[in-house]
Nanobody
């Protein structure tokens, strides 16, 4: 059973940066896709970024393109989300998820989830 544990959330001012980490309990290559999602209060969960482990193909939501970067450390079984130029609208609970297939944007298609880490961006 894959377990995902997020860390790195916190409170920052607009324009600041945070790096989220997602540690997997087993070889993340056993899954095909790792993704970051977020859910703001009163809103649906949405995809932020995904990375296909096999070829390294990445996807970014338009709202974060150019500001966020998803990466992985194979030796540490960890995937990261570097978030720069943060905006108040980035405030949300951020979740790491894994899927045993191609990367897609629909949260319900992901097989494993972490418990989330909260990000708060103040203006």
């Amino acid at each position: 059973q894959v377990q995902l544990v997020e860390s790195g959330g916190g409170s920052v001012q607009a324009g600041g940066s945070l790096r989220l980490s997602c540690a997997a309990s087993r070889d993340i290559f056993s899954t095909h896709c790792l993704g970051w999602f977020r859910q703001a209060p009163g809103k649906e969960r949405e995809v932020v970024a995904t990375r296909y482990i096999g070829g390294g193909t990445t996807y970014y939501a338009d709202s974060v393109k150019g500001r966020f970067t998803i990466s992985r450390d194979n030796a540490k079984n960890t995937v990261y989300l570097q978030m720069n130029s943060l905006k108040p609208e980035d405030t949300a609970m951020y979740y790491c998820a894994a899927r045993r297939s191609w990367c897609v944007g629909e949260p319900s298609d992901y097989d494993y989830w972490g418990r989330g880490t909260r990000v708060t961006v103040s203006s």
